[in-house]
């Protein structure tokens, strides 16, 4: 079975200060994508970043970071230097050969940054 | 940019309605998702198709939920009868059938039933 966990329900932060999102997952393949999506608070969800689990090289991209590290099963998502436009709510999901082609969804994280 | 095309954005309707759902996946992608976002469930999936071809909709209650593709342009998602439990948001998402491949959402069909 493939399992997603993003154990932070809410996270609250000031403008400026650095955040990191966890993300655990689960499962038995050992093909598997990992993703982050962003819900904005109008509602569409934007795509982030994938990770294939051969690569566990860390991406930055601008104030984005990703740590993907499989000995923890762990994908986590670091923002630095946090802005207001950051607020929203973060999903972590999982593809692997078990559920086809569908992503399975963690729970999310909900991101307020306040000024 | 390509983008994936729902509509309505909005809809509100009483108890026992036929409710339809349509999208427009991303032309050229072959894998059409359609999930549900609820606060209690989050983001579950409840069906999904590839090259027109329904995959698994084990997801959706099939008494009263159906999904289909008429043609590559079009996926509907109905609910008969429809129930205020089904209040949700609605997401149609389209890709590639490539493990890698991260897949585009629209922006939702807001139902409410009451």
């Known amino acids: 079975a493939q399992k997603v966990t993003q154990a932070q329900t809410e996270i609250s932060v000031v403008e400026k200060e650095d955040v990191t999102l966890d993300c655990v997952y689960e499962?038995?393949?050992?093909?598997?994508?990992l993703f982050w999506y962003k819900q904005p608070p109008s509602g569409e969800l934007v795509f982030l970043i994938r990770?294939?689990?051969?690569?566990?090289q860390n991406e930055i991209s601008g104030r984005y970071s990703w740590n993907f590290q499989k000995s923890t099963s762990s994908f986590n998502f670091t923002i630095t230097a946090s802005q207001v436009v950051d607020s929203a709510v973060y999903f972590c999901?999982?593809?692997?050969?078990?559920?086809?082609?569908?992503?399975?969804f963690g729970k999310g994280t909900s991101l307020l940054v306040t000024p | 940019d390509a983008r994936v095309t729902q509509t309505p954005r909005h809809k509100v309707t009483e108890m026992g309605q036929e409710v339809t759902m349509r999208c427009q996946p991303i032309?050229?992608?072959?894998?059409v998702f359609w999930y549900r976002q609820t606060m209690m469930q989050g983001l579950e999936l409840l069906a999904y198709?590839?090259?027109?071809?329904?995959?698994?909709d084990s997801g959706m209650p099939k008494d009263r939920f159906s999904a289909e593709m008429p043609d590559a342009t079009l996926a509907t998602l109905k609910i008969q009868p429809s129930e205020p439990r089904d209040s949700a948001v609605y997401f149609c998402?389209?890709?590639?059938?490539?493990?890698?491949?991260?897949?585009?959402f629209g922006s939702g069909t807001r139902l409410t039933v009451v």
């Open positions: 499962t038995r393949d050992t093909t598997y994508y």
């Open positions: 999901a999982l593809r692997a050969s078990g559920s086809g082609y569908a992503l399975n």
């Open positions: 998402a389209s890709g590639l059938d490539r493990g890698d491949y991260g897949y585009t």
């Open positions: 990770r294939n689990s051969f690569d566990e």
């Open positions: 032309l050229g992608h072959n894998t």
């Open positions: 198709f590839r090259n027109r071809a329904p995959l698994d």
